[in-house]
């Protein structure tokens, strides 16, 4: 069964970067779109950032400007890189892709991202 392994979360003060990483070792597929969520506390998961495989991306309110959402050549694996971070931003980050026409919402673990001084 395919998983999807998020990497990269930590903790960091505000104004710090963090880079998160997902992919899914072995599987040798390439995806048509990918996309990072994340869950607060005591909140529900949210998207934060999509992309395509043309490029093309979509971010939350919340993150653009400060957020950047790429991935490789394959669109096998994916990337956040997160600037200016905020205290809000605090939560578990997971990624989704979507093969063909269908997101694989398979959550996992997911990578813990903590902002706080």
């Known amino acids: 069964q395919v998983q999807l392994v998020p990497s990269g979360g930590g903790l960091v003060q505000p104004g710090g970067s963090l880079r998160l990483s997902c992919s899914a070792p072995?599987?040798?597929?390439?995806?048509?779109?990918m996309a990072w969520y994340r869950q607060p506390p005591g909140k529900e998961r949210e998207l934060v950032a999509q992309?395509?495989?043309?490029?093309?991306?979509n971010y939350a309110d919340s993150v653009k400007g400060r957020f950047t959402i790429s991935r490789d050549k394959t669109l096998s694996t994916t990337y956040l890189q997160m600037n200016s971070l905020k205290p809000e931003d605090t939560g578990v980050y997971y990624c989704d892709a979507r093969y063909g026409s269908v997101w694989m919402r398979r959550w996992g673990q997911g990578t813990q991202v903590t902002v706080s001084s």
């Open positions: 072995g599987s040798g597929l390439s995806f048509t779109a």
């Open positions: 992309i395509a495989g043309g490029g093309v991306t």
